[in-house]
């Protein structure tokens, strides 16, 4: 494929405007009364992108004309197949007959799909959420696994344990029920798992510079996975015998099947990333000790390991497991004997998977204590429906104040009633000790769940990093840049214990931020940080339709063993749930990552620039190229263009031009 585009010389250029005005004319885009609000009604910003001062790499956050990119990501995002790259010229277009807006009605909601799909808006990750769900209701699942895989490296391990913000926000809510997003994401996710469907992103041109990521948790894989996109080369370093954090240690088979974790990090190795399991940075290596090693920016995705105590009498007693200590071991294989009734301590994740193992491996009594009511616990409905459907209680408004022991080792808790008065600083009604209410439970074992705190001890005297109140890294919250240049933090080392799409999105800004370190660009540039979400959508267009449910394994089996408890939904029914998405953005316009396509909100459809294709099919240069006075825009094939450029002199402007624009100087 010969790839056409434009070359503008920047030197050349007066500042007349002429250009932005043939292409308005000849496109009969709108007049800017009537434009979309923040949109700009014509595809050339070239004037106004440099005139009046020497380009500087701020301008790289105006907007820019399409860049008809190599392999362009609104293309595969597109639910009705209506933007194709054109395989003689390398010309990306929308089919005006196809597009149909995203289910647009003119009139009503046009200016509202310039802004983000709630989904989109309210995800950490921004996953372009619309797109592959309605590509999934079309039955394009191969298109939709790769538009995921553009903001997310884990959706199968998502689709499974992800808390799903999106649904949230969901507007079909407002019709009936929040659309199923995280189960049609596993369903089409699970392609991952075979290595004939897998999806392997495509890595950009090999660098030099070594990178080290510390901790192989979900934040840790996800810099390393867009590092390597970059053509970095990646070594994670991991403590753990092996990768993957709180995927492969905290979470249990029967939530997340391990061979979904191995399949989705061999994706990262397969893309040249290097993991080291068994080396804990602070100890044997550190630092300054790879910084010597050639390594020029770091990563830390530590987690959050250490489990925080009670501190109250008899903590320390055997048959007292942490959860952490408790749920490793588990999913490792090992032995964990808890005896036949174990109290499990917390309200949390690790609280309920805690008690879940030790049903499953043969205590028939567990039971769970939490000092708050269960409005407050910050387990998941569906995890809660589950532990009931398993026959674990929930004993709430109870806490422990001593632990009882014979021969060293636990035999009941002394524990006191709780009532909820005012607020916490997180928020949450506070528990107070009923006076007089003490009472005694017997028991065989007990797991604590009482959260998680980093463990730092890895960070050596020569880091200048510092650490906040809480005991997370302080880093800037855009760039996730530490107080030492070379060093990038993120996930729960940052944020205290959180969750696993809150992690995948610090690892995507996180390298973000090295890449740009690492080329001396600047960190700010462009980077969206506020996300405007839909609020008016056609309700009226549709009607009621049931949301998927989510078959379960029958409670008796599970606790045989540790099979999967989610089944995962059938290829129709995962289709006829994407075909309940309102499409509230347009899914081109999310995907586009410079911003180029508008939304013709009087046409309800999706427009760009496509290089006067109807023009260049009759052997005619782009408007633009032909009214320019100066000769500053050439058009033709990128190759000849470079060659002309070169044979004449002059320089490309690196940090302007990008796939098929070519700044010249
Ligand atoms: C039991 C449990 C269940 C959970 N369930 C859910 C859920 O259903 N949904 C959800 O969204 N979230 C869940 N979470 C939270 C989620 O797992 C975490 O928020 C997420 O894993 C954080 O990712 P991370 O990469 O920041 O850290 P982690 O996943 O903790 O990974 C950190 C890694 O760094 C390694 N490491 C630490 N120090 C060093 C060192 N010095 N050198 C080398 N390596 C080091 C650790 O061994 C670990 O592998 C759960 C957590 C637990 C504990």
Known sequence: MKQLGLAIDLKRCIGCKTCIVACRNFHELVNPSEAVPNQMPYYLHVESRWHGAYPSPALESWVVPCQH????????????????????????????ELCNGCNAVPGQCGSEKTKSAPCAARCPAHMNVESYVRLAGNGRFKEALRVMKEDNPFPAICGRVCDHPCETECKRKDIDEAVAINFVKRHIADQDLKAETRYVPPIKAQRKEKVAVIGSGPAGLTAAYYLAREGYPVTVFEKASKPGGMLTLGIPAYRLPRDVIEAEIQVIRDMGVTIKTGVEVGKGTTVERLRKNGYKAFFFGIGTQKCKTLDVPGENLTGIYPALDYLRKVNLGEKAPLGKKVAVIGGGNAAIDGARCARRLGSPGTFILYRRSLKEMPARPEELEELEQEGIPIQTLTQPVRFIGEKGKVKAIDCVKMVLKGKDASGRRRPEPVPGSEFTIQVDGVI?????????ACLTPDCACKLGDLGAMAVNPVTLQSDDADIFAGGDAVRGSSSVIEAIADGKQAAMSIDRYLKGEDLYAGRKTEWVPVENVQKEKYS???????????????????????????????????????????????????????????????????????????????????????????????????????????????????ESILYVK
């Open 448 to 456: 604590m769940a009482l959260g998680q705190e980093t463990d730092w």
């Open 544 to 658: 009621p339709a049931r949301r998927a449910v989510m078959p379960r394994l029958d409670p008796e089996k599970r606790l045989t063993g540790f099979a999967e408890v989610q089944l995962g939904l059938g290829e129709e029914q995962a289709q006829t749930e994407g075909q309940r998405c309102l499409g509230c953005s347009s899914a081109c316009v999310q995907a586009c990552p410079y911003g180029v396509i508008q939304f013709d909100g009087v046409k309800a459809k999706s427009h760009k620039c496509d290089l006067c294709v109807e023009r260049v099919q009759f052997g005619e240069i782009p408007v633009c190229a032909a009214t320019c006075l100066t000769d500053a825009i050439q058009f033709g094939e990128l190759d000849l263009l470079r060659q002309k450029i070169a044979a004449r002199g002059g320089e490309i402007v690196e940090a302007l031009s990008r």
């Open 69 to 96: 990119c190599p392999d362009p990501l609104c293309v595969p995002a597109c639910p009705e197949g209506a933007i194709k790259k054109d395989p003689q010229t390398g010309i990306v277009r929308i089919d005006a």
